[in-house]
């Protein structure tokens, strides 16, 4: 194990994936009084045929964590996971991405998804969370913990306050804190996010999260969305909103970038892509906007093909496929 520190620490779930595609579920739409839902349907009793199956590993932390690394920086993830051979699974596809695991070994199995049809480049996912929701402060490796930053996704149970934990670790020891919460974080943790902010140099997420966070319709205009949140404490903010760009705010300027038009396969893990593509640019003293292409590069990668990391370009692909990205704009926040 390295023993003169890192340049970025992910902390994060670890999931087995599993891709499933019938071509036999059936979109329907129910209209409540003042919403409507879209439902991926299957017919009851029936015995449905698995056209493609395909296995991989992901979940927030391990996706960003190769990431990372894939991107030349020096990289440890730190997570829960089971003793099971998925467990030792993921382990072992980290060392060979030059991941030092400084997590723990906790009860349980470990995280396991199962990803079904994919309906115009959407997708239902069954997730049993497990081992990765026990980690337990107590049991991370101090010594281990010198880094420039520190990257944290979805954190669930016990693992939360791990978390939390970790980032005033963080804020006390000069390390940096970048936060990519989830959507069931901002809904039922609303209150509990708020010493999470307070810490948090670096923080994004999407639309939704953003509005739900702030308690404000979706459609608010997006600097009104940057500037609230930034006020709850992160320095910078970033939002984005899939297929119609993405925005950051440092509180003096507000800049966009608009995707190009890709072929999508499948969407699991652009988010953790594109985030953590957009941290290595500020680890590595890039501009924002720089940061900004460097993030869709990465994620453009991701969603042309299956799987979270499969496609997770490295430092000399990202720098050419960034020349083809569009041009940042800017304007005043």
């Known amino acids: 194990m390295r023993n003169k520190g890192y340049d970025v620490i992910s902390v994060g779930s670890a999931t087995i994936d599993v ?22 349907c299957y017919p009851l009793g029936s015995k449905i045929l698995i056209k493609n199956l395909q ?3 992901g979940g927030g932390g391990t996706n960003t964590a190769v990431s990372f690394s894939r991107l030349g920086l020096k990289t440890a993830y730190v997570g829960g996971l089971g003793n099971d051979p998925n467990g030792k699974k993921i382990i072992s596809e980290l060392k060979e991405e ?3 695991f400084i997590g723990t070994i906790t009860k349980g199995q470990t995280n396991y998804s199962v990803i079904l049809d994919s309906i115009k480049h959407d997708r239902t996912i ?17 010594k281990s913990l010198k880094s420039r930053c520190f990257y944290f996704s979805s954190m669930m149970g016990r693992s939360f306050m791990a978390a939390l934990m970790l980032m005033r670790y963080a804020k006390n020891n000069g390390i940096k804190v970048a ?18 902010l307070g ?15 702030l308690q404000k319709p979706q459609n608010n205009k997006i600097e009104d969305l940057l500037a609230g949140v930034r006020k709850l404490g992160p320095k910078l903010v970033v939002i984005t909103d899939g297929p119609k760009g993405a925005w950051c705010s440092d509180g ?35 501009d924002i906007g720089s940061a900004m292409r460097l993030g869709l590069a990465q994620a453009e990668s991701v969603i042309q093909h299956y799987g979270a990391k499969n496609k997770l370009l490295t430092w000399k692909e990202a720098m050419k496929e960034m020349r083809k990205c569009p041009k940042v704009s800017k304007k005043k926040a």
Do not use: Q
């Open 126 to 142: 069954l997730a049993y969370k497990d081992a990765s929701s026990n980690l337990d402060f107590r049991d991370i490796p101090k």
């Open 55 to 57: 296995f991989t590993t």
């Open 199 to 213: 810490c948090t140099d670096i923080l994004i997420f999407n639309r939704e999260e953003a509005a739900l966070l």
């Open 19 to 40: 891709f499933v595609n019938t071509h036999s579920d059936e979109i329907v739409r129910v209209r409540h009084h003042k919403t409507e839902e879209i439902l991926t």
């Open 179 to 196: 936060f990519n919460p989830s959507s069931y974080e901002v809904e039922s943790e609303r209150e509990r996010l708020k010493p999470c």
């Open 98 to 100: 030059n991941i030092d």
């Open 252 to 286: 003096i300027h507000v800049y966009y970038i608009k995707p190009r038009k890709v072929k999508v396969v499948e969407t699991t893990g652009a988010g953790d892509a594109f985030a953590s593509g957009f941290v290595t640019g500020i680890i590595k003293r890039m």
